[in-house]
C-alpha cells in the first residue's frame, strides 16, 4: 500500500531489525521499512541516537532532521499496530 504509518489489517511478514519487529503487508511496505531502518541504524552507528538501556526513549544529540523523522515514523508504526492488535486478542 505504500503509507507507513499505518495500522496493518493482512500482515504478510515481520522485518526484524535493530529497532525491533516491524510489520508489513507487500513489498513496497517492506522497502520503506528497510529504508528507515538504515537511516535509523545510521544514526545509531555515528551516536546520533543513543539508546542507554532497553524500554527507555532514545536520547537525540545532534541527530539530522532525517534521522528524527526515520525514528517518529517507525514509533508510529509500532505503537499504532501494537495497539490495533491487542484490541483484537
Known amino acids: 500500500m ?27 511496505d517492506k522497502q520503506i521499512l528497510i529504508s528507515l531502518i538504515q537511516i535509523y541504524e545510521q544514526g545509531l552507528k ?15 544529540r545532534g541527530a539530522t532532521t532525517q534521522e528524527r523523522a526515520a525514528l517518529t515514523i517507525l514509533q508510529a508504526h509500532t505503537l499504532k499496530n501494537i495497539n490495533y492488535h491487542l484490541k483484537r486478542v
Open 2 to 28: 505504500g503509507k507507513i504509518p499505518r495500522i496493518l489489517i493482512k500482515v504478510t511478514g515481520w522485518l526484524d531489525s535493530s529497532y525491533g519487529k516491524l510489520p508489513y503487508e507487500d513489498q513496497e
Open 46 to 60: 555515528e551516536k546520533r541516537i543513543v539508546i542507554r538501556k532497553p524500554g527507555t526513549l532514545p536520547q537525540l
